[in-house]
């Protein structure tokens, strides 16, 4: 693979930006990678690991001759970045984020940024359940979909050469509007984590059923939800207020659903209860058919 | 290991059963295996496979001189395997079963069990989305825990000795009152599922939202989900007519909860979603020290 941008700023330094470097590497995409995070603490332990080329004490350095500048902190402090960031951008460079949500950063972003650079929004659908510099690994992207959500207006040579860094870091990559998007991630993610995360306080918070009891008998079901609702909560709070309506929306129709299902419950009616349960496999042979898992049993989680 | 059991009739032969010949196997526990299932299909696969040391064509002669017996069918059809064998079971024989519910099944067995046998209820806190003859392996058990609920009377040794198979089979055993694992398991594991079937359901319903795309960007966290949801749609029917009140009561608490956190998104309120999604983590923690889950991010499966 050959070199796509000669300099990468990366601002923020969590599991997404740090992924984003060792992939990089991996192919050679970047000239330079340039990095910074908010925190002091961060910002050393990126030095001493040599996550990046080049780490600044400031977002306004770090993007000073960058070709590409990637936004990779929680959604709701993207704002304030681009308009900190906005006077010191090269004319020509394009600018991109990773958040979860795409509307309401396309809205809190575009309106800081100079016509002479490109915004093209992104969102790697790639993550695990830890956070910070040293959680990254090369292979997060490999073989999973990234969305570009283009703006209107957005140059297409741009939005080709970040798709080509994005195919380079082993990612599929797709198009698609930022309210799509969003609806689509409200059902893929949004709703099922904070579902995970409300049955696991549920869990927690029973009196008749100890913390212990829960831990320890965990493997049959729950223990999928605790790896889902172990992820960073200022992330998940800033996705949760910012894709507020899609969220909102999918819960609404799951909490219907949840109610016809207790109904049959309450009311002894098997064939209804059979039923849903049998059509909701299609859908799980589709995700193995499409390599995003695998059908071994548990995952050889049984048995370790 | 040596012999617990000269001989243990397995009456049906699905993921548990299977399992347990193979583990019972693994360490020599067992002087002779017998089984048999419901369908001829099942039953020529076991014969095939050299599932059991025999294979017999019905219940009634599976158990004929066995000193234990394990019904390894659906809840909701233990009853009636119970009546079927009664009049065979060899006295002094220790009868048990593997059933995800447990006082539905205490009052639905008890009742036709000869005074003559011992009656120990159990559950494995072990499973995988697959089912029937060849989905079991010898691991299964390993490492996770073995409830038995002994029912009042039951002789102390039996229960001793049924403790000795499970631990041959690489499980930790614990002991609990009937109402008490179905509260638990209701925790653990029967509102998860249903939580899971409930969310998998709704993406499957959405018009705007297409299957392909559900499939595709499932790897954000709804995976996990389907993967639930791909359980035996006759299992987990069984499980929730005949563990009614403590799911419904635990879906009731959970309702609640999501409510109150779908009111915070909406107002809003982002501390109040910051606190939830902090507390949830410590249980998560507790899963990994306890063995019951490993920390790897996301189980290598961003990898594959
Ligand atoms: N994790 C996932 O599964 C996933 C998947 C796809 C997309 N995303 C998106 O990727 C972005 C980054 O997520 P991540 O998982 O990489 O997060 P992370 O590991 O928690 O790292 C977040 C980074 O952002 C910095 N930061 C936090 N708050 C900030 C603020 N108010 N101002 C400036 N910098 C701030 C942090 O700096 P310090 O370390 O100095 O505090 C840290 O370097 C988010 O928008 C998220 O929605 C996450
Ligand atoms: N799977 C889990 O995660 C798990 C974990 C712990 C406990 N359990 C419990 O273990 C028991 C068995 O589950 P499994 O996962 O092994 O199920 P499975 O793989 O689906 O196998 C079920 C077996 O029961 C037989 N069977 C089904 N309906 C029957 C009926 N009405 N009368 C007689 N036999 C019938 C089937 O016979 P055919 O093959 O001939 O149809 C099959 O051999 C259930 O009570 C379940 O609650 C399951």
Chains 1, 2 share one sequence.
């Not at 984020?97 to 992104?122: E, Y």
């Not at 870091?169 to 799509?180: C, F, K, L, R």
């Not at 893929?188 to 212990?212: C, E, F």
Request: aromatic share 6%; net charge negative.
């Amino acid at each position: 693979m050959s070199m796509i941008y000669r300099r990468v700023a990366l601002i923020g330094l969590g599991l997404i930006a740090s992924s984003m470097a060792h992939a990089m590497r991996r192919a050679g995409l970047a000239g330079e990678i340039v990095g910074t995070a908010r925190t002091p603490a961060t910002r050393a332990i990126a030095r001493e690991d040599g996550l990046c080329d080049r780490v600044t004490d400031t977002a306004a350095e770090a993007v000073i001759g960058a070709d590409l500048v990637v936004l990779c902190v929680p959604v709701g402090a993207m704002g304030a970045l681009a308009a900190e960031i906005a006077p010191h951008l090269a004319p020509g460079a394009t600018v991109t984020d990773v958040g979860s949500v795409k509307r309401s950063v396309i809205d809190a972003v575009a309106p800081h940024l100079p016509d002479s650079v490109h915004f093209v929004p992104a969102h790697p659908l790639a993550g695990t359940e830890h956070s910070g510099p040293r959680s990254g690994f090369a292979e997060l992207f490999d073989n999973r979909w990234c969305l570009l959500v283009p703006v209107p207006g957005t140059d297409a040579s741009a939005t080709a050469r970040l798709r080509a860094l994005w195919e380079g870091m082993g990612s599929n990559v797709d198009e698609m509007d930022a309210d799509h998007h969003d609806l689509v991630l409200a059902v893929t993610s949004h709703a099922p984590h904070l579902i995970a995360y409300t049955m696991v306080g549920v869990a927690d918070d029973l009196r008749r059923v100890t913390d212990s009891e829960v831990i320890k008998y965990s493997a049959a079901g729950f223990r999928d939800f605790t790896r889902i609702a172990a992820s960073d909560p200022t992330m998940w709070r800033d996705v949760f207020l910012n894709n507020r309506e899609a969220t909102l929306e999918i819960l609404g129709r799951f909490t219907e659903e949840l109610f016809a299902l207790q109904r049959a419950i309450r009311t002894g009616d098997g064939d209804h209860l059979h039923a849903y349960f049998t059509r909701t496999r299609a859908i799980r042979r589709g995700i193995i058919e499409a390599g995003q898992d695998t059908d071994a049993p548990d995952f050889g989680r049984g048995t370790r």
